[in-house]
């Protein structure tokens, strides 16, 4: 049972917008920044959003992140194939730590 | 240009300590703000966040997991060194090390990770 909520699994068909949601309280999300992390399968996490809505130079513009109170969001638009993968929240706690989320399996049908 | 390795047994029978090095390129241990985290993945399932150490020394750990785990680092060396006490068949994974820095969890580079079993 991870302490940052996600859906287990989203889905789209190309072109779409699809956004993955992330609950967590007020020691993590609601007091502190929320990363998110896309994994392609087999291979290490990459960095795709910072403090809440920042994204990295290279990431595209088609990734989002929105944070408000206790949640968390990830939108996708534009939704191509190889978008398909795990994608994780995470956050700092302030008592526990790092906490990650449990992890959505984006499928793109 | 930035690159992190990971090193260390793939096989650990249970009890036992387990012992990772991540080796660092292309920065500095020494860089202000700038630390390194562990971060591992039982197969099929999530991310779990395990430590980090950070330039000048500043430690953390996973509530849950602190009392088994100890972090260090050796800036000449470039290595930032991860022990885990008592090691059980559920500490089965692949282990991670990334850099972390400008705040805490922004993860903007990782190894490419090692898988550790526990059996006997």
């Known amino acids: 049972q991870s302490v940052l909520t996600q859906p287990p699994s989203a889905s789209g068909t190309p072109g779409q917008r699809v956004t993955i949601s992330c609950s967590g309280s007020?020691?993590?999300?609601?007091?502190?920044?929320v990363y998110w992390y896309q994994q392609l399968p087999g291979t290490a996490p990459k960095l795709l959003i910072y403090r809440n809505n920042q994204r990295p130079s290279g990431v595209p513009d088609r990734f989002s992140g929105s944070k408000s109170g206790t949640s968390a969001s990830l939108a996708i638009s534009g939704l191509r194939s190889e978008d398909e993968a795990d994608y994780y929240c995470a956050a700092w706690d302030d008592s526990l730590r790092g906490v990650f989320g449990g992890g959505t399996k984006l499928t793109v049908l | 240009q930035v690159t992190l390795k990971e090193s260390g047994p793939v096989l650990v029978k249970p009890t036992e300590t387990l012992t990772l090095t991540c080796t660092v390129s292309g920065f500095s241990l020494s860089n202000a703000r700038m630390g390194v985290s562990w971060i591992r993945q039982p197969p099929g399932k999530a991310l779990e966040w395990l430590a980090h150490?950070?330039?000048?020394?500043?430690?953390s750990y996973s509530t849950s997991l602190k009392s088994r785990l100890t972090i260090s680092k050796d800036t000449s060396k470039s290595q930032v060194v991860l022990t885990m006490t008592n090691m059980d068949p559920v500490d089965t994974a692949t282990y991670y090390c990334a850099r972390e820095g400008s705040s805490w969890l922004y993860f903007d580079y990782w190894g490419q990770g090692t898988l550790v079993t526990v059996s006997s």
């Open positions: 150490i950070f330039s000048n020394d500043e430690k």
């Open positions: 007020s020691s993590n999300i609601g007091s502190n920044y």
